[in-house]
């Protein structure tokens, strides 16, 4: 892609409600544009960093269930069945916006913020033996929240995108498996983002859902908003929620020995029991026709907060650092007054297949640089009478620059 294309351009200065490091830069290197206080629009650099986010979360999913696509409205009666229409606090709903629209239809919807009490019954349609079961199901959606306090960026939206995995047993002990199953998946899926090593499993309340414990997976983070204990060196942190005297004679745990650091949750799973099978009358037969409540699990991952966490968890003072396997492009090229040698190195890099970002812009070397470095994809380019017949290779993160034939740079673009 050659910058000329994109007409969404960078920026020196933001707009002062956007504090957080992650709203900070994304806004000004042109990812994200804010439209309201906790939504986003997805520029073309943002939306390729999280099209490549939303992959690496899909192949792992793929591995344990299918994927569908639910409406983000839904009905008020499914939410009113399960009980949670009057106690969910951030649940928002869409009414008429005129006399002129009220006319036509006076139908309002709950605008999703999460989706057990529409899946359940859908599954429940058609999934009545034990033979069907266990299913899981995922999808990768907008949802939205009526979030008090929407001055994180991405890491705290009122509209956001999120994987949400439900899974449906005949047992407690099957919807078990499945669970500890997902946890492995999860942590797959962080070590391909580049966040594996500093991701913890974390116990957390249980809920409403369940008397036992919950799951998060929490990456420590100096910004983040959640407190945990960290035991480094059996990877397990507690959640500040459940490090009570009476949870510390529960887990056996002794946490005035453990690490507080402040982190920021990237993923959860939920073992929902029987609460929403229950709620919508889900059962099923078993081998001697006798009816069982269905249990579930829930498991969840907000692709955009990731995308946020990531961003606060690798900037540094220049801007944007990110990690290859989710970098908008795998090199940025910069002609310095070559414009002609600029154009041969990026049509050689694309035939080569290789993700480049061209700045063919008629602007200075110094701003062509500064914008390489806000936008922090991992390797930049430059080409300039300077360089002649070689290129210049810098690593994002290296301050040393290397002069290299083509044929180099395309071997270690490869890799």
């Known amino acids: ?41 997805m520029l073309p650099l943002g939306l390729r960093v999280l099209t490549k986010i939303e992959n690496i979360i899909r192949a792992q999913m793929d591995k344990v269930g299918v994927e569908i696509n639910m409406t983000s409205l839904a009905p008020i009666a499914n939410w009113q069945q399960s009980g949670r229409f009057e106690t969910v606090d951030v649940l928002m709903k869409t009414t008429p916006a005129n006399k002129v629209s009220a006319q036509k239809n006076t139908t309002e919807y709950v ?44 890491l705290r939206g009122r509209e956001f995108r999120m994987k949400d ?23 797959a899926i962080y ?20 008397t036992e414990y919950s ?19 059996n990877r397990i942190a507690y959640n500040k929620e459940v490090t009570s005297p009476e949870d510390a004679k529960k887990l056996g745990v002794d946490f005035s020995k453990l690490e507080i650091v402040r982190a920021s949750e990237v993923g959860n799973i939920f073992p929902l029991m029987t609460k929403f099978s229950k709620a919508f009358n889900y059962t099923y037969a078993d081998e001697n026709g006798t009816q069982n409540p269905v249990f579930m ?34 090199v940025e090229l910069i002609d310095i007054n070559a414009h002609e040698r600029g154009e041969e190195i990026y049509t050689k890099l694309q035939d080569t297949g290789i993700e480049v970002l061209w700045d ?35 690593d994002r993160t290296s301050d040393q620059t290397q002069l290299l034939e083509l044929n180099t740079v395309l071997e270690r673009l490869k890799i």
């Not at 409600?17 to 986003?40: D, P």
């Not at 047993?169 to 997902?182: C, G, I, P, T």
């Not at 991701?199 to 409403?208: F, K, V």
């Open 165 to 187: 995995l439900y899974s449906f047993h005949v047992s407690e002990a099957d919807l078990m498996r499945f669970y500890e199953a997902m946890k492995p998946r999860y942590s």
């Open 215 to 233: 799951h998060e997976f929490q990456t420590v983070l100096d910004s983040g908003e959640d407190t945990i204990y960290l035991d480094r060196e």
């Open 111 to 154: 605008l999703s913020p999460t989706h057990e009490d529409m899946i359940t019954p859908m599954i429940a349609e058609g999934n009545r033996s034990y033979k069907d079961l266990p299913i899981s199901v995922y999808q990768i959606q907008t949802k939205f929240r009526n979030e008090p306090r929407a001055k994180s960026g991405l």
């Open 360 to 394: 063919d812009r008629d602007e200075r070397a110094g701003a062509k640089f500064a914008d390489a470095d806000l936008i922090g994809i991992p390797v930049r380019l430059v080409v300039s009478a300077k360089t002649g017949d070689q290129i210049e290779w810098k």
């Open 297 to 330: 699990g829930c498991y969840g991952i907000g692709s955009t907060r990731l995308m946020g966490v990531i961003v606060e968890k690798f900037a540094d003072g220049k801007g944007m650092v990110w990690p290859k396997a989710i970098a908008p492009f795998a």
């Open 1 to 41: 892609m050659r910058v000329t294309q994109i007409p969404f351009k960078t920026s020196k200065m933001v707009a002062s409600e956007l504090v957080s490091i992650n709203a900070k830069l994304l806004t000004q290197a042109g990812f994200i544009h804010q439209e309201l206080a906790g939504a986003y629009t």
């Open 191 to 210: 070590e391909k983002l580049g966040i594996g090593n500093d991701t913890y499993i974390t116990l957390a309340s249980g809920g409403d859902f369940t």
